[in-house]
């Protein structure tokens, strides 16, 4: 189960919406080793497309050191999709390298009646995709 606070959601959720119709994505990186999601960092889409994303190689570079630096690791990768539901296609699936991160996918196409945004998580191990469940909560309880 991916648990999340209510700010990040909202984060990742406007960051799809302010890429649309371009994929949006990113990484929420938290503590090593404590699976809990903390800080927001948005990528540019390299490809800048509606139906692929890529982190930029020197930014990703960059990601990584920060992330050595900061005794973090990625605990979420995030893109969006901007025409189909928010399930990992298959070159999300060959592209998913993090074992341990939630791969959430948030839907920018009107999916549903009430227009909302599909908000999905999933774990990726060795092609085979996992959804789990996603807890919103307001704060993390303390450590």
Not at 15 to 40: M, Q
Not at 72 to 82: C, F, G, K, L, N
């Amino acid at each position: 189960m991916l648990t999340i606070t209510q700010a990040l959601y909202d984060k990742i959720v406007a960051h799809a919406r302010e890429d649309h119709p371009d994929e949006a994505c990113g990484v929420v990186a938290g503590p090593a080793g404590s699976g809990r999601p903390e800080r927001f960092v948005p990528m540019l889409n390299a490809a800048r497309s509606p139906t692929f994303y890529e982190f930029d190689s020197q930014d990703l570079l960059r990601l990584y050191r920060e992330l050595d630096d900061r005794d973090e690791e990625p605990v979420i990768i995030y893109h969006s999709h901007t025409a189909t539901e928010a399930y990992p296609s298959r070159t999300d699936i060959s592209y998913a390298n993090e074992p341990g991160a939630h791969y959430v996918l948030v839907s920018t196409a009107d999916t549903d009646d009430a227009g909302e945004f599909q908000f999905r998580s999933f774990r990726i191990l060795a092609g085979e995709v996992t959804e789990e469940e996603v807890k919103v909560v307001e704060a993390y309880p303390p450590q």
